[in-house]
């Protein structure tokens, strides 16, 4: 596998230099949630996390790497992304690339047990690819993944992952969305009808799949170079630029041509009773049967689709865009400053590229069996599946967006224990003790003596509603001081109301419920 | 870093190798968790996460895998079992070993933004040691880490800490546990009066931390070796065999040799104050000060500590039970083959490890700094920080040992949707759809015509207690039929109650709240 070109050198300050003798950073393309960030990503997971286990979905973990040799051959042209383990004695690894083979490789391992499984899986995945941050494209990143594996009747399971798909995108409010679908065996069929020798099937598809991001000329001067007829590549060309529903469908099969390829009648077959359920379950109008949708992972079998956000600027509306804007700077005569900055662009900062798919999957029935062999009777131990991984750091990024810089209340206290006066650690730290024993979320200043202002301040900046205030002559009276935080008081309610010291939990609790 | 010793060949059976050219599995020492396994895992991060925000903690999320000299010089001699990534021509970068190394690169990255912060993280940290799998000693592990960062009056978070470790592992109920206590500053200020030389302090600091694996004389030896005089092993002895509660601070504080000593001194005021505020928290009872405890890692500076589950058997009960049994079978001639045996044996498969430490953690002030640097003053960037780490993958053994062969419900279901007579696919789809938009999780069989009997097992097998029945004559009345799968009654009453369909997700609801 030929490896990416190399990195270019961390660009260090002399200063940095001198100070350590490290960069103090993250690795290339990975990156650290903040507690803000980590309160968005965690009502994220909640949402996907609902809406899968609302479809039965049970939930496994794998490890973070594998053999390496489990994902060889897995991933077509990607797998010189994969990322290995060093070599330190041991078995050869390397870290996952997807959710799809690791689960694969469990039902081979454990088919017995679960012949058929509805799973979901949120984990991280690694790709050495170029990563552009903003856009949420990373070399670690998580993907929530829904599969379902076993022999069923054809096209139930794949009906009710479209409908999972497009209940996750509509609780996730991502914005308007479609979602291209295609069939590997009718792609397949118009390649054979349009007379592409079989050894290019799977390089004609690469070229294809590339039609969201270029012109059909590109593609098509692709395929020549890559070896085909011209008059072949034309004749394609009429079939992969259609999309459409399910009257694309009705037409297809009317295609006399194409209709005495086996494989594309049994492509077409499939997409039409897959309509009928999408009607059923009321998701049609989300799904453009697209045939110019290929996917690079090998392994897929029948179906697969990609989603793709419609509000956000598409990778070929940003490069015509620039393309516009180089022109009008090339009649300015500013063609070469421009240019020369084009070249410069670092693609670890090129953030010309669109968010593009959201999600996306297919059938992939002979993984499995690609692992787990044959029976003692040369039966193979196949296990049919069909999934959906939702690529999460795109929606991150675009609910991100949304959120803009409104301030996010990422811990979850409750109450601020505080004192005026002496100091008073030990009664504080007593009274928090008497809260969290209550399941209250509670915190107090880790001072001795802690000025009042400053522990204001905390409740201010930590967004905590309610404080507990002690003082010397409330506790030799037996009492404590609760006081809402939020409503900005002043005079005499500023101070907040007395309660009796055995009776502050009941009181909190009450004020909490109507918070 | 000298490399562990190199590991033996997989064996395969000459069937395997016949069949496939590679081994079906996960690596050495990770495993897959089933969704049996991941119900029981996710109430645990629950119960940790409710303690941990009760707290005032709030989460981040940081790389699987850092730079490698962020790594560097951090684990003393635990470094060589980190895992490093292949270099394919980028960044040098190794697994994380821990989650408190990258924590402190996080703050010293971010120190402007969160002088002081409560962290929380749950998340798998990677060594590369020998595996005991029952035991839940793993190469790939989750660590649920909580620290608290920021400048603050001695022994307050320390405090804290320790509350928040004995509420975590009394809610997880695990059984009964004690927390050993020592602190780093005592320990080298009794090594100094002792008389060891400077150099010595760590190695000799790393032989007296096996003292509850070994018997004092064996420690001794070993300190012999690493150059100790006698003299000096016998008379750290005395101190690092004694345990104790508050009574044991006041003996020491009147051992007029060691309170020469100002770093023993500083370690016994620091010791002292925790008990005072471990008394007004109400944990004392669960600590107990012990000065064999050392720990192995480089970057504490002040208290540490580790908790161990008292109702688990220890290394040391485990070998001296194994001693006993060897030297019975010697007695009785069986020595030869005993003794084989136990050469033989894989330390993958080596299950004579107790369960030891189920937590631990300490005070690290230098961290921060270490990789913050200084400021153009030439002031050290520091932020001091205490923190725990339980070890859930142990947690995780104890339970399901508790727990047993009781069946699990891991999915979420409520409500399969079934048909009598003609199969009804697409009606049992529109009534799952119904079901899912009001939120309610349900399924349905993906046949066209199910089995009767087929829909019930899975009613049993996944543990769904409603079912909604569809049959012809009821659909033509606009009637469905809802069952009660969990009750096993008989006769007319198990056919279930017919209400009409606009009705039925309301009384699905009902029936859902009494569950």
Known sequence: TPAPAPEKKERKSKKDKDDKKFTLKTPKGTTDFTPADMALRDSIFATITRVFQKHGG????????????????????????IYDLQDQGGE????????????????AMNGKQYPAMKRYQ??????RDQPAMTKGR?????????????????????????????????????????????????????????GVPTDLFRPISSAVDKMDKMPWAEVKAEMLQKGLDAAIADRIGTYVQRKGSKELVAQLREDADLIKSERAKAGLNDVELLFTYLDVLGVTDKISFDLSLARGLDYYTGLIYEAILLDELTTAQI?????????????????????AAATSDDADNDESVGIGSIAAGGRYDELVGMFAGTTKKGVANKIPCVGVSVGVERVFSVLQKKRGAAPVKANATQVYVMAVGDGLLPERMAVAKQLWEA???????????????????VCDKEQ??????????????????IKDMRAKVEGEASAGVAVKRDEMVAEITKRLAVL
Chains 1, 2 share one sequence.
Do not use: W
Request: net charge neutral.
């Open 58 to 81: 049970v939930t496994i973990d794998t490890p973070v790497f594998e053999l390496k040799e489990i994902l060889s051959g897995k991933y077509g042209e990607d797998s010189k992304l």
């Open 92 to 107: 050869l690894c390397s870290l996952r690339y997807d959710l799809t083979v690791p689960f694969a490789r469990f039902l």
């Open 464 to 481: 905590i509603p309610l404080a507990v205030i002690l003082g010397p002559d409330e506790l030799a009276q037996g009492l404590v001081k």
């Open 122 to 127: 949120i984990a991280k995945v690694y790709r």
């Open 319 to 339: 490069l015509a865009a620039k393309a516009d804007k180089e022109k009008a700077l090339a009649a300015s005569g500013k063609a070469k400053k421009a240019s």
């Open 439 to 457: 399941g209250i979320p509670a915190e107090f200043m880790y001072k001795a003596k802690p000025k009042l202002q400053a522990q204001f301040n």
């Open 138 to 194: 990373r070399r670690e990143f998580y993907q929530c993944d829904f599969d379902i594996a076993g022999q069923y009747d054809d096209m139930v399971p794949d009906a009710e992952i479209l409908a999972i798909l497009v209940e996750v995108l509509t609780e996730l409010d991502v914005g308007r969305f479609l979602i291209k679908l295609n069939h590997r065996a009718l792609l397949d069929g118009v390649f054979e009808v349009c």
